[in-house]
């Protein structure tokens, strides 16, 4: 929790900003309707971005290398809130950046495998994505829509969302719909 509240108050923000610009040079009528839906796309694509950081940091041609620069990572956090007795006292050195005593790199990121961090640290990836492309699908601008879902595809290397919001929207609409008939059968 805490990594993701650092990832929400680092990167998220720098994400709102360059869009919320955007919409603001764009003239965007509807800025004030999409304000808020850009806020919290805004949070769920940063905190998504930061932890594929930390996944394609994994590995021998990892992109910066954190683990070997004793950065703490989302990987790190998940795998010592895993571990137990001993391994949990190494993590913890780890935490501090100090690296124990024996323990190498490749061992390090082992754990990280063992201890499911990396499949953690994956499901919370896609459950951020997931939001950060759900929250548009009350903003009516179907061009600013088309363009929020492009930029999750570049960053994510992602070909599926092709189509996706509209799916969402459909759904809405359709919850929509049945909380109306909800609210005339209470009445």
């Not at 965007?28 to 850009?38: P, R, T, V």
């Not at 021998?60 to 989302?74: A, I, S």
């Not at 609409?173 to 049945?178: G, H, N, T, V």
Request: net charge negative; with cysteine.
């Amino acid at each position: 929790r805490e990594v993701l509240e650092i990832f929400r108050q680092k990167t998220a923000p720098a994400f709102e900003v360059a869009l919320r610009l955007g919409s603001i040079c764009a003239d965007l009528e509807e800025y004030n309707e999409a304000s808020e839906i850009i806020g919290q796309y805004s949070e769920n694509l940063g905190i998504a971005y930061q932890i594929r950081d930390d996944l394609t940091d994994l590995g021998e041609e990892g992109e910066t290398n954190d683990l070997k620069g004793l950065r703490p990572t989302l990987l790190l956090a998940v795998a010592h809130e895993k571990a137990k007795a001993e391994q949990k006292e190494q993590l913890a050195q780890v935490w501090k950046r100090q690296l124990p005593d024996g323990v190498t790199f490749s061992e390090l990121e082992q754990w990280y495998t063992d201890l499911k961090a990396v499949k953690r640290a994956e499901d919370l990836q896609l459950t951020y994505k997931e939001l950060a492309i759900r929250s548009l699908t009350d903003l009516e601008n179907a061009n600013l829509k088309g363009l929020l879902r492009r930029v999750i595809g570049k960053i994510f290397n992602d070909t599926e969302i092709k189509g996706w919001c509209s799916e969402v929207q459909h759904v809405s609409e359709l919850d929509k719909i049945r909380e109306r008939q909800n609210q005339k059968v209470q009445a």
